[in-house]
C-alpha cells in the first residue's frame, strides 16, 4: 500500500503563498487518483482539490478556486498543492490522500498522509 508523507506547511500572513507537496512511496503513485483534504479545529475535514492519475480532470472546492493549484509529478512520485492569496479561514491542517478516482469527497480515499499544519495569521 502506498505511504504519504506532506510537508510545506507552516506559518504565514495574511495574502501570502504556500506550496505543499506529499511525497508517494510506492511507484505505482502513477496509478492513484489523488486529493487534498484540510481539517480546522473543532470542524469537520473537507475536500480541498483532487487531481486525476494524468491530471487531466481536476477538482476545487469553491472556497479555494482561483487561489490554489493542484499538481502532480509522476516521475517524482509527489503532489502538490500550490496555496496563493492565504486567508485566515485557510489555517487547518492539511491531508493528502490517495483513491482509484478523484473525488471530493473523504470516504472515496483509503490511504492518508500524517498532515502538515498551515496557519495564516491576518
Known amino acids: 500500500q502506498v505511504q504519504l508523507v506532506e510537508s510545506g506547511g507552516g506559518l504565514v500572513q495574511a495574502g501570502g503563498s504556500l506550496r505543499l507537496s506529499c511525497a508517494a512511496s510506492q511507484r505505482t503513485f502513477s496509478s492513484y487518483a489523488m486529493g487534498w483534504f484540510r481539517q480546522a479545529p473543532g470542524k469537520e475535514r473537507e475536500f480541498v482539490a483532487s487531481i486525476s492519475w494524468r491530471g487531466s480532470r481536476i477538482y476545487y472546492a469553491d472556497s479555494v478556486k482561483g487561489r490554489f493549484t493542484i499538481s502532480r509529478d509522476n516521475a517524482k512520485n509527489t503532489v502538490y498543492l500550490q496555496m496563493n492569496s492565504l486567508m485566515p479561514e485557510d489555517t487547518a491542517v492539511y491531508y493528502c490522500?490517495?483513491?482509484?478516482?478523484?473525488?471530493?469527497?473523504?470516504?472515496?480515499?483509503?490511504?492518508w498522509g500524517q498532515g502538515t499544519q498551515v496557519t495564516v495569521s491576518s
Open positions: 490522500a490517495a483513491s482509484t478516482t478523484p473525488a471530493t469527497t473523504d470516504v472515496a480515499y483509503t490511504t
